[in-house]
């Protein structure tokens, strides 16, 4: 009971709370740095695995696209967020035409699925409100969030372990917290925060936020309505998510009444 005390006064202790660049609070068990350093490690082995099964695409022409739209964001995003100039900015494609997605991990480690293209036939407006939407949960550490949340849960198991002296499950409740993080949606509530940051991403940095609308709509209908793409799987897309973005939209217009493109900032492509 001792080691149990001590445990949970150890939680209490290193829980902090946090405020997302909206206002909104956020519980803390995991520091946004924490966060970026296990992301880095996991995207570099994920990234060996798919280089080995010769899954990353070096095609020049979608490589330019990508990293010319995805610059674009990023210069915004480091101008709106300083503490992201220091990132190491990359996306790598990957071979994977079944597959409709895109993610950025905590320190702005992207990465596309060729499916994006090939099944939504995306325009640059469309594809730039994806990774706007990706880097915003990166920005907004909602990466860190995710872990926080594995965590918390974790702790009880590893407190019922102590508590009965099974020092093995106790052990194994890390392992089960790092696989709980990667694998844990965002919430509903760091979807929309995400589609907010990210429709004044894209707009600053010169893109239409009406591709935002015309983007879900080829969600809905990809799959021909049986199984959703795993985008939206893993981005919970409420009945009136289009009528949200449509109205956000004519609000941050006026970020760049007149469409002007950013600089371009450098963003590695990973081969």
């Known amino acids: 009971m001792k080691r149990l005390a001590t445990l949970c006064l150890a939680a209490t202790v290193i829980a902090g709370c946090a405020t997302s660049p909206t206002g909104r609070s956020q ?3 995991v520091s946004p740095q924490s966060a970026i350093v296990e992301s880095k490690k996991a995207y570099l082995s994920t990234m060996s695995e798919l280089d080995k099964e010769n899954k990353l695409i070096d095609d020049p022409k979608m490589a330019d696209r990508v990293a010319t739209i995805t610059g674009r964001l990023v210069t915004e995003a480091v101008a709106r967020y300083p503490q992201s ?19 950025c991990m905590a320190g702005g480690r992207m990465a596309v699925y060729t499916g994006l293209f090939e099944q939504l036939k ?8 994806i990774m706007g ?32 002296d099974n020092h093995a499950v106790a052990l194994g409740g890390a392992a089960l917290a790092a696989k709980v993080a990667l694998e ?26 009406d591709a ?15 199984r959703p793409p795993e985008f939206l799987s ?3 897309a409420p009945q009136n998510r289009q009528a949200a973005l449509a109205s956000m939209g004519r609000e941050v217009r006026q970020l760049n009444p007149t469409g002007q493109l950013a600089a371009v900032h450098p963003v590695a492509i990973v081969r």
Do not use: C
């Open 27 to 29: 519980f803390m068990l």
């Open 122 to 129: 995306l325009t640059d407006d469309e594809f730039a409100q």
């Open 212 to 226: 935002a609308v015309t983007l879900w709509e080829k969600m809905a209908k990809v799959g021909g309505g049986e």
């Open 184 to 209: 844990l949606p965002n919430s509903r509530t760091a979807e929309a925060e995400a589609d907010q940051i990210g429709l004044e991403l894209a707009t600053l940095a010169g893109y239409d936020p």
């Open 234 to 236: 893993t981005h919970p």
């Open 133 to 164: 939407h990706e880097i915003s949960h990166a920005l907004a550490n909602h990466t860190a969030e995710r872990m926080s949340r594995a965590m918390a849960t974790n702790l009880g198991v590893v407190a019922v372990a102590v508590a009965s």
């Open 85 to 103: 100039a220091d990132w190491e900015w990359s996306v790598a494609i990957i071979d994977d035409p079944k597959t409709v997605n895109a993610w």
